[in-house]
């Protein structure tokens, strides 16, 4: 059974820093792109960030380009967000995903997510 978990979201005040882990269970970690989606109250799910099997290579959203880093330990099964400078837009449940194509970012591409983790930042 895949699973998917999400840790460290919370409440922040605005220009404070949160560190998301997801913890990975039942696939084979090092073969899968990981990626973070979030989700806003009254707005679509959209994509924040990905990094592929390896770790080298990254892509990220233009609302995380210079705030957000993601980072993987293949060796622990898990992926990494780091947050900083964090704005109250910010605020959203935020969810990791897996996925075989690290060239497609929309939700579809990706089998597997986890339950997800609130994050919200006041101001």
């Known amino acids: 059974q895949v699973q998917l978990v999400e840790s460290g979201g919370g409440l922040v005040q605005a220009g404070g820093s949160l560190r998301l882990s997801c913890a990975a269970s039942g696939l084979t970690f090092s073969t899968y792109a990981m990626a973070w989606f979030r989700q806003a109250p009254g707005k679509d799910r959209e994509f924040v960030t990905i990094i592929g099997s390896t770790g080298i290579s990254t892509r990220y959203a233009d609302s995380a380009k210079g705030r957000f880093t993601i980072s993987r330990d293949n060796a622990k099964n898990t992926v990494y967000l780091q947050m900083n400078s964090l704005k109250p837009e910010d605020t959203a449940v935020y969810y990791c995903?897996?996925?075989?194509?690290?060239?497609?970012?929309?939700?579809?591409?990706?089998?597997?997510w986890g339950q997800g983790t609130q994050v919200t930042v006041s101001s």
């Open positions: 995903a897996a996925g075989r194509n690290y060239y497609a970012s929309g939700q579809a591409a990706f089998a597997f």
